[in-house]
């Protein structure tokens, strides 16, 4: 089992910055990819950026060139730096454990943290 703690989520007006933070633990895989997904009141869960353990990331159109996810390895825990947000970035977001190759050895979800852009 993996456990996820996320933080770093609250109220912040447009065009203003937050940096979510999620730390990992239990039994970890050293072939993993770890990332951030949201979901907004009455819409589906979306992606939002992944970051393999080798360094791939992954961003969704929407949040590029805005958002910065990042890794420290050493404490199991992914960062995304969110700059420049708008309302439509108004979501719960979720933390996402993926282990072993393609997920072979298991799917992990945070209990998510609420992110709301407004003024």
């Known amino acids: 089992q993996v456990q996820l703690v996320e933080s770093g989520g609250g109220l912040v007006q447009p065009g203003g910055s937050l940096r979510l933070s999620c730390a990992a633990s239990?039994?970890?895989?050293?072939?993993?990819?770890m990332g951030w997904y949201r979901q907004a009141p009455g819409k589906q869960r979306e992606l939002v950026a992944t970051m393999a353990s080798g360094g791939r990331t992954n961003y969704a159109d929407s949040v590029k060139g805005r958002f910065t996810i990042s890794r420290d390895t050493a404490k199991n825990t992914v960062y995304l730096q969110m700059s420049s947000l708008k309302p439509e970035d108004t979501a719960v977001y979720y933390c996402?454990?993926?282990?072993?190759?393609?997920?072979?050895?298991?799917?992990?979800w945070g209990q998510g943290t609420q992110v709301t852009v407004s003024s």
């Open positions: 996402h454990y993926c282990s072993g190759f393609r997920c072979s050895m298991g799917t992990y």
């Open positions: 239990g039994r970890l895989f050293s072939i993993n990819a």
